[in-house]
């Protein structure tokens, strides 16, 4: 099962922007959907965006326009810019992916936007 790793969360002002990476322990060209999934404290996980394997993304309405996934074959990497950042995208942003019918979950980074 492939293995997920994230880095790119931190504190931020308002306003600010943030790129969080994936990096995938094996070749992601197969990987039928990647992305990534946030939860706020005490709330629900919610998608923020995922991409497909033919890199057509999708984006939860409260963050079109300010963020941009993104995927590197070669790197085995998917990436999340984050610009325009609010104190609403706080949360924990953890990344996914769907190969199949199986699902893997990255550990989490912590992403903080102070107003």
């Known amino acids: 099962q492939v293995q997920l790793v994230e880095s790119g969360g931190g504190l931020v002002q308002a306003g600010g922007s943030l790129r969080l990476s994936c990096a995938a322990s094996e070749s992601i060209f197969n990987i039928n959907i990647m992305g990534w999934y946030r939860q706020a404290p005490g709330k629900q996980r919610e998608l923020a965006a995922t991409i497909t394997s033919g890199g057509n993304p999708n984006y939860a309405d409260s963050v079109k326009g300010r963020f941009t996934i993104s995927r590197d074959n070669a790197k085995n990497t998917v990436y999340l810019q984050m610009n325009s950042l609010k104190p609403d995208d706080t949360g924990v942003y953890y990344c996914?992916?769907?190969?199949?019918?199986?699902?893997?979950w990255g550990q989490g980074t912590q992403v903080t936007v102070s107003s």
């Open positions: 996914y992916a769907r190969k199949v019918v199986s699902v893997t």
